[in-house]
């Protein structure tokens, strides 16, 4: 049977958000970011919270009908530096990464140090589709959900010749993401005093004439 999946609107914000949370408390990058098991519940959900908002505004939710996992897409035009990113010298103390931290938690500048880091790292010149995060609940994890979210969206992107992207946050997930297509996009990015995160691209399985093959990373 296959897994039904529909378009996550507004009204879904809390129930994407909670799926979130208990998806990625385990996560190694959340870990780095939220140091301590009683730190990261209480605040955990707030940095989701944030990231819920910004692709139901400016993307896609792809959410499973039970709403035990979902996918955060958003759609990177190739003029597009990668996660709202401006050039060193044009930041300031309200851009992008330092609003999310002020709306987070203040205190913790590992909240907007990783929005840096992995704009630093983000492909850039060529228009792809961007997957920024996809969670399945504890529990559900090994059923196919996960492929069922990402495959949906790779047979658009390989049926229009489109790209995509990624940052797999533990070796379990890139191994996944490999066996879908996607290639290393460059060294990995190593956290300071933390994990790794792996930047990948995967080329449509069909892709059309083009003079340059690859993204600049």
Known sequence: MGV????????????IVRLLDRAFQDDPVSGWVFPGEEYRRATHHRLMAAFTDIVLAEGRVDLTEDGSACALWMSVPADDPGHGDRPAGERTDDDDFARMRRAVDPDN?????IGRLTAGIHPSGRAHEYLWMIGV?????????????????LDRCDRQGRAAYLEASSERSRLLYERLGFEAAGDPLALP?????????????????????????
């Open 137 to 153: 609940v504890p529990g559900r994890q090994g059923e196919g959900l996960g492929t069922a979210l990402i495959g949906s969206v």
């Open 109 to 113: 500048e590992r909240v907007e140090l």
């Open 4 to 15: 039904a999946i529909r378009t996550a609107g507004d009204d879904d914000r809390e129930v």
């Open 193 to 217: 005093e933390g994990p790794h995160m792996w930047p990948m691209w995967r080329e449509p399985r069909t892709t059309p004439a083009t003079s340059w093959t690859g993204p600049r990373v």
